[in-house]
């Protein structure tokens, strides 16, 4: 492979997928695309993202910042301080205008799957890295009238 122009720009997430699809990404030795399939680029395409980088224009943002919000597509004011930087100095009540257009032109990331088993039998407790499972003993008095 050649390479034609080294450093032209940062890529998004959803053009490191496009990219990896149509190489072939079940190859893909660095699980890259597993992370990538399980992110908010999965369900992006090129016409959300020219969308969301013209009405972005209005807020005045760098363009690592842009990037940022198209990779992580941030859904709440929590979310989009650590991107947008000095952001409600800067930015003030178009905060939430910024998320309700992000929510509303990107479209959402899959459903992420709970990775972590809930037990939720008696009660249990985890001391010293060993789980424990103690019974709860309930006992009732019968008053006499």
Do not use: H, W
């Not at 990404?25 to 020219?50: H, W």
């Not at 100095?89 to 992000?102: A, C, S, T």
């Not at 939720?120 to 789980?131: L, P, S």
């Amino acid at each position: 492979m050649k390479i034609k122009k080294a450093n032209a720009g940062a890529l998004t997430n959803f053009e490191v997928l496009d990219f990896l699809r149509s190489r072939g990404a079940a190859k893909d030795p660095t699980r890259v695309y597993d992370y990538l399939v399980e992110s908010a680029a999965c369900n992006q395409t090129r016409e959300s993202i020219n969308e969301l980088l013209e009405k972005c224009k209005k807020y005045d943002l760098a363009k690592a910042e842009i990037l940022n919000i198209i990779n992580i597509r941030p859904a709440s004011p929590v979310e989009i301080d650590p991107i947008i930087e000095e952001s409600e100095k800067r930015m003030g009540e178009g905060i939430e205008d910024l998320i309700e257009m992000v929510i509303t032109v990107l479209p959402p990331p899959p459903k992420q799957m709970n990775t972590e088993e809930e037990v939720v039998a008696g009660d249990e407790e985890i001391v010293d890295g060993e789980q424990t499972t103690t019974e709860t003993t309930t006992t009732t008095m019968a008053t006499e009238n």
